[in-house]
């Protein structure tokens, strides 16, 4: 695997389930982020890690919650959702947070009946 | 605070014709500005990216983008535009300090006539 891998690449999911979003980076980057992208608005910034730890959330609900294991990985585990909340959700890192280029995942497409 | 305006939520040329996707930021410091574009259910991919020095930059697949600090615009073009090229073009903004989101613009849906 090169780059940034996501897992899974589509998710549907009841409003009372939980689940995790999986993202794995394969470019020895220290930092990484999550993105939610949803239509017609721009790209929000959710979450920002930086040598595992978190250095930013930009006011996100807590039904998310971000886990940094280690600078390889990150996960967003998802806890009674709303509809609204359905969107692509994209992972990215970067060599470090002072480093601007960022490379992204595919993203995972997530529903929420 | 820094902020991008993308003109145009959606633009169609021809192919084989110019492409021409405009973005103006706002940024109280220097920025640094950056094209990605993302092709169906794909991530964002780097087009390119000015820093400092030239301010013509070249990137992937044959566009370029101009840093005009007076006019404070960083438009994308392409000579000569491919079925390929079409896909949303996001334009991004960050400041020179470092330690800064990339803050991005709405996306320009670029499609191809054939």
């Known amino acids: 695997e090169t780059g940034v891998t996501q897992t899974p690449r589509h998710l549907v999911m009841g409003m009372t389930n939980k689940k995790s979003l999986k993202c794995e980076q394969h470019l020895g980057h220290n930092a990484m982020y999550w993105y939610k992208q949803s239509a017609k608005k721009p790209l929000e910034l959710m979450f920002v890690?930086?040598?595992?730890?978190?250095?930013e959330n930009n006011s996100v609900p807590s039904r998310f919650s971000p886990e940094c294991p280690n600078s390889s990985h990150l996960f967003l585990h998802l806890h009674t959702l709303q509809p609204e909340d359905s969107a692509l959700y994209l992972c990215?890192?970067?060599?470090?947070?002072?480093?601007?280029?960022?490379?992204f995942g595919p993203g995972t497409r997530l529903t929420v009946l | 605070a820094q902020s991008v305006t993308q003109l145009g939520s959606h633009v169609s040329v021809s192919e084989g014709a110019l492409v021409l996707l405009r973005c103006n930021y706002s940024?109280?410091?220097?920025?640094?500005l950056f094209w990605y574009v993302q092709y169906p259910n794909q991530g964002l991919q780097l087009l390119l990216k000015?820093?400092?020095?030239?301010?013509l930059v070249k990137g992937i697949n044959g566009f370029e983008a101009e840093f005009k600090k007076s006019e404070t615009s960083f438009h994308l073009t392409k000579p000569s535009a491919h079925m390929s090229d079409a896909a949303e073009y996001f334009c991004?903004?960050?400041?020179?300090?470092?330690?800064?989101?990339?803050?991005f613009g709405t996306g320009t849906r670029l499609t191809i006539i054939p």
């Open positions: 990215a890192s970067s060599q470090d947070i002072m480093i601007n280029e960022q490379f």
């Open positions: 890690y930086n040598f595992k730890e978190q250095t």
């Open positions: 991004a903004v960050s400041v020179q300090r470092g330690n800064e989101k990339l803050t």
């Open positions: 000015y820093t400092t020095g030239a301010t």
């Open positions: 940024s109280s410091v220097p920025p640094y």
